[in-house]
């Protein structure tokens, strides 16, 4: 026999077994005694409040964003509609920023005092649900397209 093996014959052995019972055993009573002499309680449990998790402006209102943001990108699909091709069929238009879409029905082009403007109604399909709006877009004098009226049905 080695002499390692001699070292750790049948008889020390058992006085190893003993020792790492007698560790495992102190090392659970232990904790339980800190409990058991009065250390927490759930009654004595205070909230703390001088943490803050998170907080928002009042004045940030994305729904409000999002619907100025789908406004314009109804007035485009409006002033570059070509309305004697579609024949008064739907137009479709979607906002990747958004993720809203719908369709541009009831298109009309109309010449008043020289002015032109096309009024139609829109469906809006967002995450807040399916809204219908009427509007009116009419020719600048510079050459662009200005939104005069955009409501919700």
């Given at each position: 026999m080695s002499r390692i093996a001699q070292a750790f014959d049948s008889r020390q052995w058992g006085v190893i077994a003993s020792a790492s019972a007698k560790v495992a055993i102190v090392s659970i009573v232990l904790p339980l005694a800190g409990c058991g002499a009065?250390?927490?309680?759930?009654?004595?449990?205070?909230?703390?409040?001088?943490?803050?998790?998170?907080?928002?402006?009042?004045?940030?209102?994305?729904?409000?964003?999002?619907r100025d943001s789908d406004q314009t990108t109804i007035g485009n699909a409006v002033s570059s509609a070509d309305i004697e091709q579609l024949g008064g069929q739907a137009v479709p238009w979607a906002n990747a920023g958004t993720g809203s879409r719908g369709s541009i029905t009831e298109l009309a082009e109309l010449k008043d005092s020289g002015q032109t403007c096309r009024?139609?109604?829109?469906?809006?399909?967002?995450?807040?649900?399916?809204?219908?709006?009427?509007?009116?877009?009419?020719?600048?004098?510079?050459?662009?397209?200005r939104m005069q009226g955009f409501k919700a049905l």
């Open positions: 009065g250390g927490f309680s759930l009654e004595k449990a205070e909230v703390d409040r001088s943490i803050l998790t998170s907080s928002t402006s009042a004045s940030a209102k994305p729904a409000d964003t999002d009024r139609f109604k829109a469906s809006r399909e967002s995450f807040d649900g399916v809204a219908m709006f009427e509007g009116e877009l009419c020719l600048a004098s510079a050459g662009g397209w």
